[in-house]
């Protein structure tokens, strides 16, 4: 169907540039001009072409008019509801994406970092002071207690789902790969042995 189309444009790019002509009496009826003619013709080309497309999806079920309805449907309600933004692969990110993929990276990073002290438990708090009400100082410095690491570990990953969260919505993409696995990681519930 598209070749009709282009052949329209043509015609029409044809008549723009013939424009004199288009104003003098049509040798066919002299009572109206070229242009009305060759308007005339292009209406019910249009319409020919408006009428076959109808009668094509009719024929097969109205799939494409269904098709195209249903997808404009979705998109507009994913957009509406928060569960799909509008992306544009060559625009810059949004204000402020870029600092909240810093952000990602720092708490993603810090929690790897803290998982992994928790599995080597280099101050024996798991043995030693387990509980919050009992935490471990050495010289005169507080180090903490199991229960309060697990604490941090639960709070910082809050943090990133938090971070994550904005950036998406704003229209981010997220470059941290892992970044959703580490928001949902569990802490570790005991050190490892695989690090003594």
Same mark, same amino acid.
């Given at each position: 169907?598209?070749?009709?189309?282009?052949?329209?444009?043509?015609?029409?790019?044809?008549?723009?540039?013939?424009?004199?002509?288009?104003?003098?009496?049509?040798?066919?009826?002299?009572?109206?001009?070229?242009?009305?003619?060759?308007?005339?013709? $292009?209406?019910?080309? +249009?319409?020919?072409?408006?009428?076959? &497309?109808?009668?094509? !999806?009719?024929? #097969? %079920?109205?799939?494409?008019?269904?098709?195209?309805?249903?997808?404009?449907?979705?998109?507009?309600?994913?957009?509406?509801?928060?569960?799909?933004?509008?992306?544009?692969?060559?625009?810059?990110?949004?204000?402020?994406?870029?600092?909240?993929?810093?952000?990602?990276?720092?708490?993603?990073?810090?929690?790897?970092?803290?998982?992994?002290?928790?599995?080597?438990?280099?101050?024996? $708090?798991?043995?030693? +002071?387990?509980?919050?009400?009992?935490? &471990?100082?050495?010289? !005169?410095?507080? #180090? %903490?207690?199991?229960?309060?690491?697990?604490?941090?570990?639960?709070?910082?990953?809050?943090?990133?789902?938090?971070?994550?969260?904005?950036?998406?919505?704003?229209?981010?993409?997220?470059?941290?790969?892992?970044?959703?696995?580490?928001?949902?990681?569990?802490?570790?519930?005991?050190?490892?042995?695989?690090?003594?």
């Amino acid at each position: 169907m598209a070749i009709p189309l282009i052949y329209l444009g043509y015609v029409a790019g044809a008549a723009l540039i013939t424009g004199g002509y288009l104003a003098m009496p049509s040798i066919g009826n002299p009572r109206k001009t070229n242009a009305q003619v060759m308007g005339e013709g $292009l209406v019910d080309g +249009a319409e020919a072409i408006g009428e076959g &497309l109808e009668a094509t !999806g009719e024929a #097969i %079920g109205g799939v494409f008019s269904s098709s195209a309805e249903n997808a404009e449907q979705t998109a507009e309600t994913e957009l509406e509801s928060g569960t799909q933004v509008e992306a544009c692969s060559t625009c810059p990110p949004p204000p402020g994406c870029n600092d909240l993929n810093d952000q990602i990276s720092r708490l993603r990073n810090e929690l790897e970092e803290r998982r992994r002290d928790m599995q080597i438990d280099r101050y024996d $708090l798991f043995n030693r +002071a387990f509980s919050r009400s009992n935490p &471990l100082i050495v010289d !005169g410095v507080r #180090i %903490g207690s199991w229960e309060g690491h697990v604490d941090q570990f639960r709070q910082k990953q809050t943090a990133l789902r938090n971070r994550v969260a904005r950036a998406r919505s704003m229209g981010c993409s997220i470059n941290t790969p892992d970044a959703d696995r580490w928001g949902s990681i569990d802490a570790p519930s005991r050190p490892s042995p695989s690090f003594d």
